[in-house]
């Protein structure tokens, strides 16, 4: 489903980036993931390599809440490639501080990587995409972007952000055959989700009308499905897959 595309992915050394990571490359992409560190970048080459000494992937480790450091990261990218057909801002952190225990640094952080990293790593990657003639941007977004959460509100905040820049990047960059979209995940096993305070994920859990948690494979399929042809007249759409739990 995408021979020969290039892609960038975020946050791909575990969880939900890292399944999708091995989509894209079981679908005949070249992917290029970041992570946090050179360490756990290296770690998650090594197990895709274990898995099929094929897949062309590799890996960089830029500041994500650098503007300079990511553009010229991706700009970097593109030259070796040639081009990016993909990009995927995945990476994320997640909060559930009350109101009354945050600080002004809390919130800060999370809208730094949450938001500023999001649109940081989008600028560069747009233009070079429309000297190209074309590319998608698929942003993680998530069910609290719907309903909120009890808890923690910087991170609802920031996921609302995400779409809004999904649906008025989708409008801006159309004409330029850029299709912007995001997936908004339910309550998914990775290992951000088995961080939250349980209560918190038991509470979340009775409200799933499917009845589980999503597995993070079951998230990266929407992912391909949304860079793929078959996603062709798809823009500006917050793709919900979460068991219907945000109804
Ligand atoms: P995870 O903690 O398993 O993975 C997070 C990824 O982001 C890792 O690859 C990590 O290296 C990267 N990352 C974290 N902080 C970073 C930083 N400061 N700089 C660079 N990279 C950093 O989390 P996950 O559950 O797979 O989450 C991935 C995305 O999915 C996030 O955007 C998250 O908000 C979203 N999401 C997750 C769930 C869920 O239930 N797991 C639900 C909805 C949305």
Known sequence: ??????????????????QIVRKYLANG??????????KSVNTALEQLKAENADWQV?????????????????EDIHREYGRIDILVNNAGI?????????????????????V?????????AAKLMKAQGGGCIISTSS?????????????????????????????????????????APGVTLTDMVAALPKPMIEAVSRNIPLGRPGDPEE??????????DLASYVTGEVLSVDGASRV
């Open 219 to 228: 998230v990266a399929n929407a992912f391909l499905f949304l860079a793929s």
């Open 58 to 74: 590799a890996g960089r480790w830029p500041k994500l809440t650098d503007a300079a450091e990511v553009a010229q990261t991706i």
């Open 29 to 38: 992409a070249k992917v290029i993931l970041f992570g946090s560190s050179e």
């Open 1 to 18: 489903m995408l021979k020969n595309k290039v892609a960038v992915v975020t946050g791909g050394t575990r969880g939900i980036g890292y």
């Open 94 to 114: 997640s909060q559930s501080t009350p109101l009354y225990d945050y600080t002004a640094e809390d919130f800060d952080k999370i809208i730094d990587l949450n």
């Open 143 to 183: 069910m609290v972007s719907i309903s909120g959460q009890t808890s923690g509100c910087g991170y609802p905040t920031s996921k609302f952000a995400v779409n809004g820049l999904t649906v008025s990047l989708a409008r801006e960059l159309g004409k330029d055959n850029i299709r912007v979209n995001a997936v």
């Open 116 to 124: 500023k990293a999001v649109f940081y790593a989008i600028l560069p």
